[in-house]
């Protein structure tokens, strides 16, 4: 049973343009949420994060949005760059960011076309 | 600051075989995780530790072994190795208070055949 969900598997947008990247979670003590951008071979590098209490967390060109009701969280990136060509994953955390581990989701493979 | 390292970057074992995956890190940190990442699929966790000396099961520990002997190190091992252990391995880390983001090595490719 999946907990963090990441329906989009691919996402193509041209270059400049807003890149909107999508995640859904199921369990209800998740309340911490982070985003990870991997490069082929490469491990996971992070990108942004936000806590349960807060609804945004802007970081230069990323945003992240938080809708708890919805269980829902949104990754904006403007503009979009050659450079975000990754696989951006959604990651949570449960009981105030507790030592055990994070729970991924499958990750969308965002392609930025010129 | 080389941040986490992890030995080796890729390895084949033979089923039946043993072998120990090493992370390094230099952060200080606290906490440390192992993961496994499979194709089309999110990074899974193994096992952790929160401290020297101290180790505990993740989501898919059956078949690995893990030990924290110093606070900057963590080992993963495969007893006898399985085909189903082909994988993508990665070592993270992260500090105690406060900050939650994990600081991922670049992976260890491992094939089991």
């Known amino acids: 049973d999946q907990q963090v969900k990441q329906n989009s598997p691919s996402l193509s947008v041209q270059e400049g343009r807003i890149s909107i990247l999508n995640c859904d979670y199921t369990n209800s003590m998740f309340d911490y949420f982070l985003w990870y951008k991997k490069y082929p071979a490469e491990g996971p590098t992070f990108l942004i994060s936000?806590?349960?209490?807060?609804d945004k967390n802007e970081d230069g060109r990323f945003t992240v949005f938080l809708n708890k009701s919805a269980k829902h969280l949104s990754l904006h990136i403007v503009p979009s760059q050659p450079g975000d060509s990754a696989v951006y994953f959604c990651a949570a955390s449960a009981l105030g960011g507790g030592a055990d581990g994070l729970t991924f989701g499958k990750g969308t493979h965002l392609i930025i076309q010129p | 600051n080389a941040g986490v390292t992890q030995t080796p970057k890729f390895r084949v074992l033979k089923t039946g075989q043993s072998m120990t995956l090493l992370c390094a890190q230099d952060m200080n940190h606290e906490y440390m995780y192992w993961y496994r990442q499979d194709p089309g699929m999110g990074l899974r966790l193994i096992h952790y530790s929160v401290g020297e000396g101290t180790t505990a099961k993740g989501e898919v520990p059956d078949g690995y072994n893990v030990s924290r002997l110093k606070k900057q190190n963590f080992l993963l091992g495969l007893e006898s190795a399985a085909p189903s252990q082909t994988s993508v391995y990665f070592c993270?880390?992260?500090?105690?208070?406060?900050?939650?983001?994990?600081?991922f090595g670049p992976g260890t490719r491992l094939t089991v055949t």
């Open positions: 936000i806590s349960s209490i807060k």
């Open positions: 993270a880390s992260r500090r105690s208070d406060g900050a939650y983001e994990q600081y």
